[in-house]
């Protein structure tokens, strides 16, 4: 007798081929439908000729943000402008799929220019500010130190050569950096829960008992600290983890104690400094945790001045 093979592995083969066609076909018609290269130079000229040092550029479409990395490059998408947040630059260019772009709260809306699939949308800040200083700029300024009940163990500065850990450990750690018993602090990229970089002071707190103490001298004030800090995603993931302290010092008065819960993502922050613009001063930045193991943040600050 013969014998008859059952049809079910026949009837998958032919809907795993027909999803990866579909697949296919959708990857093609996307990439044909998207921005032409066209479309990218002459937003790359646009941007080159009108973007003054200070403005930031943003991207406003999530699914363009790998492919502008690629065509407007270093020059243009800097780490400041790429990772800290929209809110410390007075004047921002946004660029988008034309008709899918979003514009960050609290700007108003200069003009737009359009390129083909691309647009330009150009802004300003509701209540103007300049920036005075961005602190992850001027990491290898600070002196970094940890406080152990009031003892103070420094960190030295240096290149010691980056390392990485297995996926899901978080971002690789950079070569320039401080190294301190048992942990380090460095300016990285930290990607938080809805994927979003921020160019950010990056340290692993030890959590046992420890504080880490950024210290800035000299630092021109201005009439408010501004920033977000959080948690590289994975590491926050199983929201199993211990909080951390977020303490803002300056001349050793503590203006602002902040903190950070697993699920929390990226926060955002404000510390109002009016009293103190236009004096220079010593800001520290101090992060602990007593949770008993180590914790992956990332802390982004500017000082910031209102202006009329």
């Known amino acids: 007798m013969a014998s008859h093979s059952s049809p079910v592995p026949f009837v998958a083969g032919v809907v795993l081929v027909a ?12 990439a044909r439908g998207g921005p032409s290269e066209a479309d990218w130079t002459a937003v790359k000229t646009q941007l080159a000729a009108t973007l003054t040092e200070s403005d930031g550029l943003l991207i406003g479409t999530r699914w363009i943000e790998p492919l502008a990395r690629q065509k407007l490059g270093d020059g243009l998408l800097t780490r400041e402008r790429l990772g800290a947040g929209a809110s410390t630059f007075s004047r921002v260019a946004v660029v988008s799929e034309r ?51 009031g003892v103070e ?4 500065w ?30 990285s990229f930290v990607t938080d829960t809805a994927y979003v ?20 001298t000299d630092v021109a004030m201005g009439t408010a600290l501004r920033g977000g800090f959080g948690l590289y995603v994975e590491a926050e993931r199983d929201g199993t983890g211990a909080p951390i302290s ?10 602002a104690t902040l903190s950070h819960r697993d699920g929390e993502g ?29 914790r992956w943040i990332g802390v982004s600050a500017a000082v910031v001045e209102a202006r009329p």
Request: glycine share 12%.
């Open 19 to 30: 999803a990866s066609v579909a697949e296919a076909v959708g990857v093609f018609v996307q």
């Open 99 to 149: 008709g899918h772009g979003s514009l960050p709260a609290g700007y108003i809306v200069d003009g737009r220019d359009v390129f083909g699939d691309l647009d330009i949308t150009r802004a300003h800040a509701a209540a103007p500010f300049r920036v005075n200083a961005r602190f992850e700029s001027l990491l290898s300024r600070a002196s970094v130190v940890l406080d152990a009940n």
């Open 153 to 156: 163990t420094p960190c030295t």
């Open 158 to 187: 240096g290149v010691y050569g980056s390392t990485s850990g297995n996926l899901g450990t978080g971002p690789a750690i950079p070569a320039e950096r401080f190294a301190c018993p048992g942990l380090f602090v460095a300016r």
């Open 197 to 216: 970089a921020h160019d950010a002071v990056y340290t692993d707190v030890p959590g046992d008992g420890r504080t880490v103490v950024v210290r800035w």
């Open 246 to 255: 977020v303490e803002w010092r300056i001349n050793g008065r503590s203006v």
């Open 266 to 294: 990226w926060k955002p922050f404000e510390i109002a400094t009016n009293d103190l613009a236009g004096s220079h001063e010593v800001v520290e930045l101090r992060l602990r945790s007593p949770g008993g193991s180590r």
